[in-house]
Nanobody, 123 residues
Framework: QVQLVESGGGLVQAGASQELLCDVF????????MGWFRQAPGKEREFVAA????????SYADSVKGRFTISEDNAKRTVYLQMNSLKPEDTAVYYC????????????????WGQGTQVTVSS
């Protein structure tokens, strides 16, 4: 089993930066992809970013490309989401997720989920 615990959320002003962390616990041999998703009020959960465990390749949603960066520290078993130039429309609950697939941007492609951390961007 894999457990994911997010942290780093909070209230920030538009234009500011914030970093989210996802600590990974348990057996991770089957995990090939780590991702971040978000869900805004009244909206469906959407893909934000992902990083491959094999080669470090990253992918991003168009809405965050150039502003957000996903990275990881394997020694610390932590995945990061650095968010810059935040906008009010980035307000959402952010979820860390893990997948046994090599690539994926759909919820259904991820088997393990954290409980989420709230990010609120004020204008």
């Amino acid at each position: 089993q894999v457990q994911l615990v997010e942290s780093g959320g909070g209230l920030v002003q538009a234009g500011a930066s914030q970093e989210l962390l996802c600590d990974v616990f348990g057996r991770t041999e089957s995990i090939h992809l780590m991702g971040w998703f978000r869900q805004a009020p009244g909206k469906e959960r959407e893909f934000v970013a992902a990083i491959s465990q094999s080669d470090g390749d990253t992918s991003y949603a168009d809405s965050v490309k150039g502003r957000f960066t996903i990275s990881e520290d394997n020694a610390k078993r932590t995945v990061y989401l650095q968010m810059n130039s935040l906008k009010p429309e980035d307000t959402a609950v952010y979820y860390c997720a893990a997948s046994d697939r090599a690539y994926g941007t759909l919820e259904s492609e991820y088997s393990y989920w954290g409980q989420g951390t709230q990010v609120t961007v004020s204008s």
